[in-house]
């Protein structure tokens, strides 16, 4: 068997959620391969992404684990069998593996949510202040690679405006709507932008004022991507070394009462499209 030279983010998730139900199981790698004929390097290969798992033999092992949980193993087998190649995979040698992750996620995510305090979320980016937002960064980047980073971004926003769009909600605080990412003219088209996008029924678009009584917060950007069953839920964090995927029960359970907490302090839909109209009147 041809092993994965780089297993994707899902094809990782699935290995990870194999090995825990292995580990709750108490069954160690080398039971786990005598239930299906195989070795202790084949279950090792499975559980690290390396190779992939066949519906059937994924379904006896979840029996052997005593998972009984009937609609999350149907996920896992949808995760194992799914074989399409999604459009980020032209990127692949071209951009970090980071981005086509995200990319993927967002498309098999049954619904999206952004936390940003800095900048707009990415979903909601026009490309010109996307150009800029990586133009600024340092060191700085070549001009293809600028180009390829603005286009992957732009294409990511099938899942709001795609022939499925899945429901999305962002929190933004205020000062991601006056910070000046590139000109005054970019400025404006990106605040015209977020209030296009949140007059569809599936966006929401929430804003936590400077003035906000009551928010004391978290000033770490986030975002939470449902997965087909609550457990394959994944929330994402931006790190000076990378981006973070949290998969793991606790830290979900941690970010998704921080996204709550603050959501349930910002402004509902409607103010919020009132304020981002009287920043855009200031500009």
Request: net charge negative.
């Amino acid at each position: 068997m041809v092993l994965r030279r780089e297993p994707t983010a899902r094809q990782m998730r699935l290995a990870t959620e194999l090995r825990r139900l292995r580990d709750v199981a108490g069954l160690s790698a080398t039971e786990a391969a005598a239930l299906l004929g195989t070795n202790r390097v084949q279950i090792s290969h499975i559980e690290s992404g390396l190779a992939g798992v066949s519906e059937e033999r994924l379904r006896r092992l979840a029996a052997h684990y005593s998972c009984t949980d009937g609609d999350f193993v149907d996920a896992l087998v949808v995760m194992a069998t799914d074989r399409a190649r999604g459009w980020w995979e032209e990127y692949r040698g071209f951009l970090p593996t980071s981005f086509l992750d995200l990319a993927e996620l967002e498309h098999y995510s049954t619904y999206r949510s952004d936390l940003e305090f800095l900048f707009v979320p990415g979903l909601l980016q026009t490309e010109d202040y996307a150009r800029a937002a990586f133009a600024s960064r340092v060191p700085e980047l070549p001009h293809e690679e600028l180009d390829l980073r603005v286009r992957h971004r732009m294409q990511r926003k099938t899942v709001l405006d795609g022939p499925t769009p899945v429901p999305y909600e962002a929190v933004v605080h205020e000062a991601a709507l006056r910070i000046r990412v590139g000109d005054r003219t970019t400025a404006r088209a990106q605040l015209a932008r977020v209030l296009e996008v949140s007059e569809a029924d599936h966006v929401t678009v929430r804003v936590i004022p400077f003035d906000l009584d009551g928010f004391g917060g978290t000033w770490s950007p986030m975002m939470l991507a449902g997965g087909d069953v609550p457990k394959l839920d994944t929330a994402v964090r931006d790190a000076p070394h990378g981006t973070g995927f949290i998969d793991s029960d606790a830290q979900l359970g941690v970010l998704r009462t921080v996204f709550r907490t603050v959501r349930d302090v910002s402004l509902d839909r409607n103010r919020s499209r009132d304020f981002i109209q009287s920043v855009a009147k200031e500009l």
